[in-house]
């Protein structure tokens, strides 16, 4: 059963632009949508959502257990990505005081 809308926000709808990060395309995405496709490249961006997907109680009913399997797997790659990220870039507290004395 899907609920009408989050629980947990305001349920007003927004329009927001975004630029598709495999072609640059503008992509319009409503509030309201968990998923857009770009119509240029096909790529599937995810509404800002994802992060409440994470720990809301009502989250898979709101959104259906299809779209919060997938948004799931993308968060665990963006986790995945990010800590690869952080392992790849080198420290930048130590041993890097630039203070002149």
């Not at 959104?63 to 930048?92: C, D, F, L, N, W």
Request: include cysteine.
């Amino acid at each position: 059963m899907n609920l009408m809308g989050c629980q947990g926000k305001d349920n007003s709808v927004t329009l927001e632009i975004r630029t598709c990060p495999e072609c640059g395309e503008e992509i319009e995405l409503f509030s309201i949508d968990s998923q857009v496709v770009c119509e240029n490249c096909g790529h599937v961006v995810y509404n800002d959502m994802i992060t409440c997907v994470q720990w809301c109680e009502y989250a898979e009913m709101c959104v259906g257990s299809e779209i919060y399997q997938q948004m799931m797997a993308v968060a665990a790659e963006q986790r995945q990505r990010k800590a690869e990220t952080a392992a790849e870039s080198p420290e930048t507290s130590e041993g890097s005081s630039n203070a002149v004395g």
